[in-house]
């Protein structure tokens, strides 16, 4: 019996977890892959490099 109150915590990228979200640093649950950012941020990111992508609630209207 060796693997019984040692449990090693997952320490890798590629397992979720929750962590600290690098840009607002809110703790969130990682679904993995090597996610160090939050939902909130990733989107507002995604739609802020993505200039041409009008995948956003609001419709793009330019005045
Ligand atoms: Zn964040």
Redesign the pocket.
Known sequence: MKDTTIEPVRHTPDAPARRD?L????P?DSSGFGER??R??KLSSTWRTSPQRGAVGAPGRRR
């Open positions: 979200c840009r607002c640093k809110a969130f950012i939050c909130r941020c």
